[in-house]
Structures are given as C-alpha cells and as structure tokens.
C-alpha cells in the first residue's frame, strides 16, 4: 500500500506561480513511476504530467508543456510540479498519482495504482 500526500495548493493571480509537493510513503513507494492529474468542476480527470522511477523520463499534457515542470526527489520520496504562467484555466484541484509501469498510456488515469487526495489550485483573472 502506497499512500500519497498533496500540499501546495492555493489561491494565484493569472500569469502567477505555485508549486505543488506530493510526498509518497509506505511499502515500495520509492519503486513507483508517478502523475499528476487534474479535475475541474463539471470535467473529467485529466492528464497534467508524469516522470519515471529515474526521473530521467518526463511527460506533459500539450496545454502545459513549457509552463509546468515536473521532478522528483527519491531520497525524499517526494514528486513536485513546478507551475507557471498561471491562467484561470488551470483552475482544477490537482492529483497526484503513482503506477507500477509508466507505459505508453501513461496518461490515462485507470493505468495508476495510488491516487491522493487531491490539492486546490485556484488562478483568478
């Protein structure tokens, strides 16, 4: 069992930054590829990023390659997500997400295994 724990989130003016923590515990957890999602009111789960075990390989959504960067620290058991240049269409409560395989539908939420609890993030125009 992998429990998975967000913080970070808050209240951000457009064109702002914010950085999200998703600190992972319990068995094997530092063995897990990792995600992060996202859900707005009235929308389904999205893909916003994932990295390898490594951290050497990276995915992004298309609409937040080049403003968010995703990394993680192994020694910390800790994933982060770097966000910036902030729209109100980031607006969503952000989840993080690990899985055994970061495969070829690393961007589909059934393919992870763990999921947190989720943080708000809210960007006012």
């Known amino acids: 069992q992998v429990q998975l724990v967000e913080s970070g989130g808050g209240l951000v003016q457009a064109g702002g930054s914010l950085g999200l923590s998703c600190a992972a515990s319990?068995?094997?957890?530092?063995?897990?590829?990792m995600g992060w999602f996202r859900q707005a009111p009235g929308k389904e789960r999205e893909f916003v990023a994932a990295?390898?075990?490594?951290?050497?390989?990276?995915y992004y959504a298309d609409s937040v390659k080049g403003r968010f960067t995703i990394s993680r620290d192994n020694a910390k058991n800790t994933m982060y997500l770097q966000m910036n240049s902030l729209g109100p269409d980031d607006t969503a409560v952000y989840y993080c997400?690990?899985?055994?395989?970061?495969?070829?539908?690393?961007?589909?939420?059934?393919?992870?295994?763990?999921w947190g609890q989720g943080t708000q993030v809210t960007v006012s125009s």
């Open positions: 997400a690990a899985t055994r395989v970061l495969g070829s539908s690393y961007y589909r939420p059934p393919m992870y295994d763990y």
């Open positions: 319990g068995r094997s957890s530092s063995t897990y590829a």
């Open positions: 990295i390898s075990l490594s951290g050497r390989t990276t």
